[in-house]
């Protein structure tokens, strides 16, 4: 199994969404992806980075963020701009503050409307993909109640939403990540094992986990017309990068799988294999 990555692709997904949303302020969520050029590119055009942890917080300063937007639980360090989730924390903020608006009574992330109303704040920040339109629309009418200049729209972008963020009044603020970096990335992995129409592959669940679903787009030299389950070399019916129709294989073939670069790498278990190889291209 190798990697090959194209940071320069993370560039350009960078300007066509500034291209998009002029006027948004864009914090990339590193979380994504760790990659070093990809962070150092995007750094040099002065895109922000987006953290949830004194972890990510060091790496944004070691490659070259100058402006930091902090989430997450137990802000520590300055940001330019901290959401934070609860009440408490406003105390030991440096920076700008924001509040994570809570949009569901059973998520554990955010503060409760009637909180936030009580006290002043610099921005009202939400992350959803659940009724996005109106709960932007509650994030607005609260930041007007409390003087709020900026609006955080968290990430999770596609057509209708970018229309929708046209329209916020407030300046904007958005936190793309799999946007930028889904396509930088592709794994070739090798065929180990055909047991009928199941594949086992070298590229298991280390990589592609679940929280990874980047649309991958599978292919092999060749024209498709097999249908083969995939499997990763781990052993658990758990570890399966699901079903795709593909040309007639056999051991020691290679298959592709792009748009691998969101929350892969940056989430790579050493669970009975190596991190695997990269190679910039």
Not at 68 to 73: L, T
Request: aromatic share 6%.
């Amino acid at each position: 199994m190798r990697i090959e990555i194209n940071s320069k692709k993370a560039l350009e997904n960078y300007m066509r969404i500034k291209k998009e949303l002029p006027n948004a302020i864009i914090a990339y969520a590193i979380k994504a992806n760790y990659d070093q050029k990809i962070l150092e590119l995007l750094a040099k055009n002065d895109c922000l980075a987006e953290v949830c942890s004194e972890y990510e917080h060091k790496i944004a300063i070691k490659n070259g963020f100058k402006k930091i937007i902090r989430n997450g639980y137990a802000p520590k360090g300055t940001a330019w701009l901290t959401n934070v989730e609860t009440i408490e924390d406003r105390t030991i903020i440096k920076g700008l503050i924001g509040a994570r608006l809570r949009l569901d009574t059973k998520s554990k992330l955010g503060i409760d409307e009637s909180e936030i109303l009580k006290n002043r704040w610099d921005a009202v920040a939400i992350h959803t993909r659940e009724d996005f339109e109106n709960s932007l629309k509650k994030a607005e009418t609260i930041a007007d109640k409390t003087g709020a200049q900026y609006i955080d729209a968290g990430g999770n972008y596609n057509t209708e939403k970018i229309q929708i963020l046209k329209r916020v009044k407030h300046e904007l603020i958005i936190e793309p990540g799999r946007e930028i970096v889904a396509n930088t990335t592709r794994i070739i992995t090798k065929v180990l094992a055909i047991k009928e129409n199941k594949i086992i592959t070298d590229c298991g669940m280390n990589l592609l986990n679940k929280f990874a679903d980047n649309k991958y787009i599978v292919n092999a030299k060749g024209t498709k017309n097999h249908t083969y389950k995939i499997y990763g070399p781990i052993p658990t019916e758990l570890d399966n990068i699901g079903t795709h129709n593909l040309p007639l294989l056999k051991k020691g073939d290679e298959i592709t799988i792009e748009n691998a670069g969101a929350y892969t790498l940056s989430m790579f278990s050493p669970w009975t294999q190596p991190k695997p190889r990269i190679k910039y291209i």
